[in-house]
């Protein structure tokens, strides 16, 4: 059975992307019914070929779905497998050449300065106690500062921050790497944070409990802090520091990243290798970001525009 295999994808989707629960639904009822469609023919999400993806989408068209929703069975289909790739369930992605109808772009949510200097603010005195209270102003320190993903964040190796580093090694999507420099304040953040984190480290060793080899280590199946018990101290976190807890998602922190560097005069490629992106058409994103904050200035305090 590869069941699990849906409800592991959803729940990376609802941490790392802010999917509402409409949304979630919707990716559900899509990868539900093309599992029941592989199921007929006798396969599954592992075992599936390119010919098995396009003889559904043929099927979805012979039975008159809209171009618009047979869009978004696919984009579910995709994003499915491209997980299942990068996970390594499966060594190949079966739906990565197939072409279907064209579906917007919507530029992604992101966050003013101010807006995340107060979330910094805010992680140093939310936890219940003072080394909870470390961990999350580590954790949203480095967020902003290197804009990695949260996957990425989450099970950090504490060796990638020992010795006090100028930048750390960062192992991403595809096992893709890249060296990521880090900010003073993260700097600063890490080195407090590990002291407390060394210290429970070391009581735990005296009781016959391995090492941790995490960052931000947890009693769980993972050995690290999950995406989901992120996802929710992000929202904690924005609520005490007065944020719409609705625009705050460790993903849009990593938007913030990207687009205050490209405000402040950063390179577009720099931009691309910070954050691990394979092609720079995806980072070009934040330049349209950029150009609807600009028009927005513009017609909501130039004279002539009130006229």
């Not at 999950?226 to 807890?245: C, D, H, Q």
Request: glycine fraction near 4%; proline fraction near 5%.
């Amino acid at each position: 059975m590869t069941s699990h295999w849906i409800e592991t994808f959803l729940e990376a989707m609802q941490a790392e992307q802010d999917a509402s629960d409409n949304t979630i639904l919707a990716y559900a009822r899509d990868l539900q019914e093309f599992e029941a469609h592989l199921r007929n023919a006798k396969q599954n999400f592992k075992s599936a070929t390119r010919a098995d993806v396009e003889a559904y989408i043929v099927d979805l068209e012979i039975r008159g779905l809209a171009a618009s929703t047979r869009a978004r069975r696919l984009s579910s289909l995709r994003q499915l497998f491209r997980f299942a790739f990068e996970e390594s369930w499966r060594s190949d992605d079966p739906s990565s050449q197939i072409k279907g109808p064209r579906k917007a772009r919507h530029l992604p949510n992101t966050l003013s300065e101010d807006e995340v200097d107060r979330l910094l603010d805010a992680s140093l005195t939310t936890g219940r106690s003072k080394s909870d209270r470390l961990r999350n102003t580590c954790l949203m320190q480095l967020l902003y500062a290197t804009g990695m993903r949260v996957t990425e964040l989450v099970s950090l190796p504490v060796a990638a921050v020992r010795g006090n580093p100028e930048m750390i090694f960062i192992k991403g999507k595809g096992g893709k790497e890249r060296m990521v420099p880090l900010s003073p304040p993260a700097k600063m953040a890490t080195a407090v944070y590990l002291v407390d984190r060394d210290k429970h480290e070391d009581l735990a060793h005296t009781k016959g409990k391995p090492p941790s080899r995490f960052l931000f280590p947890s009693n769980g199946k993972l050995g690290y802090l999950t995406r989901i018990r992120f996802y929710m101290l992000v929202k904690e976190i924005a609520v005490n520091a007065g944020v719409s807890p609705e625009t705050v998602t460790p993903h849009t922190l990593r938007h913030a990243f990207a687009t205050h560097l490209l405000a402040g005069g950063a390179d577009l490629r720099v931009i691309q290798m910070l954050l691990g992106h394979a092609d720079v058409a995806t980072t070009e994103i934040y330049t349209h970001v950029l150009d609807e904050k600009l028009k927005s200035l513009v017609l909501d305090h130039h004279p002539m525009a009130k006229d």
